[in-house]
């Protein structure tokens, strides 16, 4: 299995590609799945769906809010204490923030989303970093979007602080994997196109009310942008990160892969 025996800690659990990461991490062999959200619900109910699914794994619940330093010290602080080492990190948090043009947007709602999804997974990332280093060894994925390759901007407001907050973070992604490599760290990120789960339902739901369409057309009008013709779900985006975080991808670090069923293509 892809995590055979695997210590995985798990950021941002909650609806969506946060659950399915922690669901994924268990069926892929993980011994143990770190959950860690600020909402003590949200790790029961993945508790439950994992042990629900079958799996088998220890699971470590940590109440973790990443903007809080001494949360995610003692995230892995608990993490160690476990299971005796750290072998992947997956950078799930986030803050969304406002859909907004940049013209009239809320620069104190950008600053609630930088220190969120740059300085808070830097938080939670240098809490790690010295277990990684000390056991000569560790894996980093953060996860991050298309935004920050191809705008978004819909009718309502464009997604230009998350996708400058998470531009941010690619930038740092690179410096790390620079930095840790000579200590057989790697730092990948994967970025997330549209992705279906229960946000991107949201949407398709909103759209076809307010276009007074079908919410098949709604899904048609992303699709028509996919070569593969259809929105990848949360399951394979999370197979997809979580592959960055697996032997597999041993001798990869620094990269930025693109989940997003070829709606976007570097060159």
């Not at 013209?103 to 300085?119: C, F, G, K, P």
């Not at 996708?163 to 490599?181: C, F, I, N, P, R």
């Amino acid at each position: 299995m892809i995590l055979n025996d695997k210590v995985v800690i798990i950021s941002g659990i909650g609806p969506g590609l946060g659950i399915k990461l922690a669901l994924q991490a268990a069926e892929g062999g993980a011994r143990g799945v770190v959950l860690a959200a600020r909402t003590p619900a949200k790790l029961d109910d993945a508790e439950n769906r994992i042990r629900e699914s079958g799996f088998d794994c220890e699971i470590l619940k940590v109440p973790t809010d990443i903007c809080d330093r001494s949360q995610c010290d003692h995230l892995v602080k608990e993490t160690v204490k476990t299971f005796g080492r750290v072998d992947a990190l997956v950078n799930s948090a986030f803050f969304h923030g406002n859909f907004e043009p940049i013209e009239n947007a809320d620069l104190e709602d950008w600053r609630r989303v930088v220190d969120t999804n740059l300085i808070g997974t830097m938080n939670i990332t240098q809490a790690v970093i010295p277990v990684m280093k000390e056991q000569k060894g560790g894996a980093i994925v953060m996860i991050n979007t298309q935004a920050t390759r191809k705008p978004v901007v819909l009718e309502f407001g464009g997604e230009s602080g998350y996708a400058a907050s998470k531009g941010a973070l690619t930038v740092a992604s690179k410096y790390l994997a620079k930095e840790l490599g000579g200590y057989g760290i790697r730092v990948n990120t994967a970025l997330m196109g549209w992705m279906w789960g229960e946000p991107v339902k949201g949407y398709i739901q909103f759209t076809a009310a307010n276009e007074k369409i079908s919410e098949e057309e709604a899904i048609g009008q992303v699709t028509q942008n996919i070569p593969l013709g259809r929105i990848p779900t949360d399951d394979e985006c999370a197979k997809a990160a979580l592959f960055l975080v697996s032997d597999y991808a041993s001798a990869i670090t620094g990269a930025t892969l693109d989940v997003n069923g070829g709606e976007f293509m570097p060159a």
